[in-house]
């Protein structure tokens, strides 16, 4: 068993759940082992392989450890562009069917495994056993990990699955729907429409739905769903690992993760949170992974630069918007071969690409308002500066605020030099100040970089100077020497530890007492009825009807049921626009004359006169509600207690066929 050791030992663990994942195949009471198994494939073990046959093939480094943190963020970095890569390649070329994915994949997994124990074995010395990380840093991450399936139970135990969250998804969810059945999607950036409506939006998201969806065989809005898990995981580790590689300590390193999960219950959805699965939140995923493996890394500058830079150009393949706001702190890490041990000259490099984005910031939102006429793009789109003051004070509870003043305090009082390969508190703290400030500034879009100085403002927990537990241990465990009212008495690190630790832990405490209250606010966006009647619209319905409703119940049609609905319509591309006002303007205000109408007579005429083949009606309780507001109104949930039997009385034979309902919806043939 000495053989079996280190990357081989990966590469015959790698086998085991490959020959799981292939088993499910032949049984299907196994699904939930392709599940998991797939998601371990998908997740990190494709990345950990390709970095196992690097280092049996060209050597390691004697500090480079197979399970260092910088080893395992990369693992998992290039297990997910190696997916994102190969799903383009198959979209682009319309061959994105199962069997060929799943094969590729999982031939991808059992080929390295078996290349690094053919390249392996004639080195029977030459790898590493797993060493033990010590307790308490397993009982952090074990807790942190436990803190994160817990506050998902709390945030989907009001509406469970299918009740799919974030209203943003649904454009998305078409996109990848379309994708599956057509074998495949044309773009890497999705050409906008109308052609002048706004900047080209990355592919990758769809990408990396379809991906999961395709081979763990599970729905794509289930991947929306239970997506957040990994994320909350993933997250809150990241945000511990980088906190304690900057301070050293692990407490306060524990509650960066911490604090990290509980900014993100806000229940205000415009603000990006590890709750949603979104594009920016996978990115800044990406982020944290990159400079996680910066700090961690032990491979020296040559290798560790030539990561760096993969690393950016896949972040920029995701979501290019992301440079705007990581970009300054990329470009710190990116320069470090050029300016040897001088981290001094990076820190300008630093500041310089911080200037660079708020006048870039400035320009591109003046060009957008000169040449990017329309509301989807009005330089001021976002919230008025009261409304994002709300914001920050819904996201930062007077607990995290205390956190952050008594960081600074402390910091001030005993500073302590700490520096990993020039990054440091202070970059943090500029980084924060200047995109604080420039959250505050009246551009297009800009309230969103909240997301991103939330990073540092998160990290900075780490920089509480709780005295490690090496220098207070033998005190507290002796008896002879210190009583606890001696420690208590007397300056020194004993008390400095009892009294950060006691501020700590109450601050936490009440942040997390006010959790649920916060997640009991976010309202389902879609009702078991509603989820019902898009599958079954979907089952009996051909590709060309159209659904006649309310625009909140069309949103989220188009995007289950792969149906044009309301104002939403697929393009024969797959493209799924948030307008389609550039070819039928009048379409809203026709549809709402249809349901603020009291005759069946007009009702009937109305609809015929939309023009519109293989047509259908779909009454909703939001359908009722929009019938009686202004035809801009959009209600973006079910909502309870309406009654949907005076509306849904006006649509009688023979023109109005019944052919589907549940309690809280009607879906009735048009018969012209």
Request: aromatic share 14%; glycine share 8%; hydrophobic share 50%.
């Amino acid at each position: 068993m000495n053989w079996l050791r280190g990357e081989r030992a990966s590469a015959a663990v790698s086998l085991g759940f490959s020959l799981a994942f292939a088993l499910s195949f032949l049984f299907p009471g196994l699904v939930i082992v392709r599940l998991f198994a797939g998601s371990a494939i998908l997740l990190f073990l494709l990345g950990h392989l390709l970095r196992g046959l690097a280092r049996v093939t060209f050597g390691k480094p004697p500090t480079a450890s197979l399970w260092s943190p910088s080893g395992i963020a990369l693992d998992c970095l290039a297990s997910f562009g190696m997916t994102i890569a190969l799903t383009a390649a198959l979209m682009v070329t319309f061959t994105f069917h199962e069997d060929l994915f799943v094969g590729l994949v999982l031939g991808l997994a059992v080929g390295l495994s078996l290349a690094i124990l053919i390249a392996g074995r004639n080195s029977p010395q030459g790898t590493e056993s797993i060493s033990h990380p010590g307790t308490p840093l397993l009982m952090a991450l074990a807790s942190l990990v436990g803190l994160s399936v817990g506050i998902f139970a709390v945030f989907t135990r009001p509406s469970p699955y299918p009740s799919t969250r974030g209203w943003d998804l649904n454009a998305t969810l078409a996109t990848v729907s379309w994708a599956i059945e057509h074998h495949g999607f044309s773009y890497l950036l999705i050409r906008p429409f109308p052609d002048t409506a706004a900047l080209p939006y990355p592919a990758s998201l769809a990408q990396a739905i379809a991906s999961y969806s395709l081979f763990l065989g599970a729905p794509p809005d289930s991947i929306f769903y239970y997506g957040i898990i990994p994320i909350l995981v993933l997250y809150a580790i990241g945000m511990f690992g980088i906190g304690y590689k900057m301070s050293g300590r692990l407490l306060p390193s524990v509650f960066c993760g911490v604090a990290g999960l509980i900014l993100g219950t806000t229940n205000i959805e415009t603000v990006r949170t590890p709750l949603f699965l979104t594009i920016d939140m996978i990115a800044q995923l990406i982020f944290i992974a990159i400079v996680l493996f910066y700090l961690d890394d032990e491979h020296g500058k040559a290798r560790r630069w030539t990561v760096l830079v993969l690393g950016s150009a896949f972040l920029l393949y995701f979501y290019y918007y992301e440079l705007i706001v990581v970009g300054p702190l990329l470009v710190f890490m990116l320069t470090e071969p050029l300016t040897l041990k001088d981290s001094r000259v990076r820190k300008r490099v630093f500041r310089v690409a911080l200037l660079v984005v708020l006048v870039g910031s400035i320009a591109g939102s003046i060009l957008i308002q000169v040449f990017v006429p329309g509301t989807q793009l009005d330089p001021l789109f976002g919230f008025p500066t009261e409304q994002k003051i709300f914001v920050l004070a819904a996201i930062y509870p007077a607990e995290f605020v205390v956190l952050l003043v008594l960081a600074f305090v402390s910091r001030r009082k005993q500073p302590e030099v700490r520096e990993v390969k020039g990054f440091d508190f202070r970059l943090l703290v500029e980084y924060a100040i200047f995109y604080g400030i420039l959250f505050f500034l009246p551009l297009w879009a800009i309230y969103r970089v909240e997301f991103y100085f939330r990073f540092a403002l998160v990290l900075l927990m780490a920089a509480i100077p709780i005295p490690r537990w090496a220098e207070v241990k033998e005190s507290f465990q002796s008896r002879n020497d210190k009583h606890w009212w001696a420690i208590v008495r007397t300056p020194g690190p004993e008390r400095r530890f009892l009294a950060l630790l006691a501020v700590l832990l109450i601050a936490t405490g009440m942040m997390m007492l006010s959790i649920p209250a916060h997640l009991e606010l976010h309202d389902a966006y879609l009702s078991v009825d509603e989820y019902d009647t898009a599958m079954w619209i979907k089952a009996h319905t051909t590709s060309d009807a159209y659904v006649i409703t309310d625009p909140g119940t069309g949103y989220f049609l188009r995007g289950f049921s792969l149906r044009n609905a309301s104002v939403f319509f697929l393009l024969p591309d797959g493209r799924a626009p948030e307008l389609i006002s550039s070819v039928y303007p009048n379409l809203r205000s026709d549809l709402h004359g249809i349901f603020a109408s009291n005759s069946t007579p007009d009702i009937v005429n109305r609809t015929v006169a939309l023009g519109f083949n293989r047509t259908y009606v779909l009454i909703s309780t939001r359908t009722v509600l929009w019938a009686q507001e202004d035809p801009s109104t959009i209600f973006t949930g079910p909502i309870p207690g309406v009654s949907l039997g005076p509306l849904a009385g006006l649509f009688v034979p023979p023109h109005f066929v019944l052919q589907y309902a549940t309690a809280t919806t009607y879906v009735f043939r048009v018969v012209p």
